[in-house]
T-cell receptor
């Protein structure tokens, strides 16, 4: 019974490149959440998706960031033209419930922008 | 004792002692609260949760207390072990019902 899977675990990009972060939710979970964590801080909500739908993207920067959760395959968080300030750990969580309770987190992707 | 470090407050306890980690939450309308444990380089791990219609909930070696009057949450760990060393976050679920709002975290150090 695999947990939430994220890849890559570590990602290094130069300024201006694109970063693609992938998240496979737990089996049977159709609700996916992305959070960002800066060093020594708590996680900050970015976006909530269900299959093929973005439900709430109020935590996402308006530019350069996008997310999807297609009918088949993992959820993708995409960051275009990365800047140094994008360096952070990005965590995905999944839940079987629409109310968002019992969110299980993946191991995260640590993005470093040079 | 408890001290405020450069970034995260740190609680240092002796192995075998009980630990109490505190959290003040922000939204009086929040009705669901969770404690997570995060070890270095890993994702948050669910420990225990509590709904706002309860004051106390117990798990294995852990107890969560909720005081809605002062918007305060605490996590008690009995017989603290070296493996308990980690950063602990409280999270509240606000009136949007699915978005988790995390506190700033407390680092727990267990001295052997």
């Amino acid at each position: 019974n695999a947990g939430v899977m994220q890849n890559p675990r570590h990602l290094v990009r130069r300024r201006g490149q694109e970063a693609r972060l992938r998240c496979s939710p737990m089996k049977g979970h159709s609700h996916v959440y992305w959070y960002r964590q800066l060093p020594e801080e708590g996680l900050k909500f970015m976006v909530y998706l269900q299959k093929e739908n973005i439900i709430d993207e109020s935590g996402m920067p308006k530019e350069r960031f996008s997310a999807e959760f297609p009918k088949e395959g993992p959820s993708i968080l995409r960051i275009q033209q990365v800047v140094r300030g994008d360096s952070a750990a990005y965590f995905c969580a999944s839940s079987p419930r629409e109310d968002g309770e019992t969110q299980y987190f993946g191991p995260g992707t640590r993005l470093l922008v040079l | 004792g408890e001290s405020v470090g450069l970034h995260l407050p740190t609680l240092s306890v002796q192995e075998g002692d009980n630990s109490i980690i505190n959290c003040a939450y922000s939204n009086s309308a929040s009705d669901y609260f969770i404690w997570y444990k995060q070890e270095s380089g890993k994702g948050p791990q669910f420990i225990i949760d509590i709904r706002s219609n309860m004051d106390k909930r117990q798990g294995q070696r852990v107890t969560v207390l909720l005081n809605k009057t002062v918007k305060h949450l605490s996590l008690q760990i009995a017989a603290t072990q070296p493996g308990d060393s980690a950063v602990y976050f409280c999270a509240e679920q606000g009136d949007s019902s699915y978005k988790l709002i995390f506190g700033s975290g407390t680092r727990l150090l267990v001295r052997p």
